[in-house]
């Protein structure tokens, strides 16, 4: 009743009132859920000291294998303390020892250095030197501009980011379907875009963070010229199509 009143104020005050279907279904409160991680936390300091990357990448292969401490220890007469400090970074193995690990945990010496000697990518992009991709929505008059990527990684995920442009000449296109999440956000213009059965008007300054496998896209583009970033991720090895 109180809901009935309030929309009825509102129609005879000359405020607009929502249609029930472009209402966001997700309370802003059920955003609030605490973070896996802290953004802003360094890893190890020590992560690129050899000592360390050597420990950490016998720990994987140990449990790779699903064997315990111990077992590793017999195998390679190895003190469990002296392979409890190798996998912590604690100590320096002798090539002896490294030869002996990569034996029982049938890898290459090698496989030991490959965290210590992998580099990190950047990729940055000055303004206006995106590159003109083509997607499915392409025909559809939509200008997909990608801002960077990086290919194998070691996160095992696979981001791009896109500025998405629309204008008078772009049709609406709400079909797109593909693996992985995507985000959205508003920057310039309006429009009402469909997820699944939901719709949202959107403004500048709006997002959208949803699961990409159901289908998606413009459905009503409200005011244009229309500019927005579209972020989509992925697995490695999965296309985002």
Known sequence: MGKARKNSADEKAGRPVPPKALRPPVEIHALRAPLSQNPHALRDAREKVL????????????KKLGITVADLAAATSLSLGMLS?????????SLTTL???????????????RRFEEERSAVFVKAGEG??????????????????????NTSGVVVEPYLITLTEDSD??????????????????????????NLYRMLPGDSLFFDADAPHGPEQLTRLPMRYLSIISYPQGNSGE
């Open 51 to 62: 000592e360390v990357a050597i420990g950490r990448e016998v720990r994987a292969f140990r």
């Open 85 to 93: 400090k190798i996998e912590n970074g604690i100590t320096s193995p």
């Open 99 to 113: 030869q002996a690990l990569s034996r029982a945990l049938g890898v290459p010496v090698t496989a030991f250095f």
């Open 131 to 152: 590159v003109d991709v083509e997607r499915r929505g392409t025909r559809a008059g939509h200008q997909y501009n990608l801002l960077g990527h990086i290919g194998a």
């Open 172 to 197: 609406v296109f709400p079909t797109f379907q593909h693996q992985g999440m995507e985000f959205l956000y508003m920057l310039e213009g309006e429009v009402v875009y469909r997820h699944g059965s």
